[in-house]
């Protein structure tokens, strides 16, 4: 069942995805050649607790760290660790808060000092997935058309598109309904609502779309070892249109 959420409760969500994107800020200024994944991670959570907010994902089945942070052919939910981060890598960091209630939901793809223009160019495609996909999450279109949006702009450049995770409805719950795919037919699904709050997140391969999960029970990779980015935002769906609540 989707939950349309009030104007005051979306500002609740806004104020916990203001504090998503404040971490995401910091952490992206920490990256750089032998920094560990685990120490991004401890200074993700220590930056939550100082704004009053709760890790949202350590705990969560069982998973033990704050921040999913995945490393070149990770896709996501990659364990922090003592691996340390090398010049060339690119980094994902999906990090959300339980803040006063409610839940924000975000990440972002870095590249760690000088790439190659085709890896530049799949971190730059997906987030042009995810802004095209923003720009459809508005009353009057349907679940598909977000969907699509990103299918429609990781295929034409050449890459794919995980179907085997995929978006959901966020509020006072992580995961709510609906169930938000990147792949998908324009004009399909259910209707966009005025109230409706949507964690939209491509996640774009560099080359097949399929996945396998690592023996540890969470890091999601590549089946054929390629590249993937992932982006996310929270976003509202509101009468004069889609906004941004995980952006400063």
């Not at 459809?136 to 279109?141: E, I, P, Y």
Request: one cysteine or more; glycine letters at 10%.
């Amino acid at each position: 069942m989707v939950i349309l959420k009030t104007a005051e409760e979306i500002e609740r969500i806004k104020e916990a995805s203001v504090i998503v994107a404040t971490v995401l800020q910091k952490l992206q200024r920490e990256i750089r050649p032998a920094v560990t994944t685990r120490d991004l991670d401890k200074y993700a959570e220590e930056l939550a607790i100082s704004e009053g907010a709760v890790p949202l994902f350590k705990g969560y089945h069982g998973y033990p760290s704050a921040l999913c942070i995945s490393v070149n052919e990770e896709v996501i939910h990659g364990l922090p660790s003592s691996r340390k981060i090398a010049r060339g890598d690119i980094v994902s960091l999906d990090f959300g808060v339980l803040y006063n209630g409610f839940c924000g939901d975000a990440a972002i793809t870095v590249a760690v000092g000088d790439v190659s223009p085709q890896i530049r160019r799949l971190l730059d495609v997906t987030q042009n997935a995810l802004d095209a996909a923003i720009a459809t999450a508005k009353v009057g279109c349907r679940l598909g058309d977000i969907s699509a949006a990103v299918q429609g702009c990781a295929e034409k450049a050449g890459f794919s598109v995980v179907r085997d995770f995929v978006g959901h409805g966020i509020g006072r719950k992580m995961h709510e309904d609906p169930a938000v795919p990147n792949f998908g037919k324009r004009g399909s699904g259910i209707p966009l609502r005025e109230g409706m709050v949507l964690a939209i997140e491509p996640m774009v391969n560099e080359g097949l779309s399929e996945v396998k999960v690592l023996s540890d029970g969470w890091t999601v990779v590549t089946a054929d070892g390629r590249l993937s980015a992932h982006f996310e935002h929270t976003v509202a769906i509101t009468k004069d249109g889609p906004e941004i609540l995980s952006r400063l």
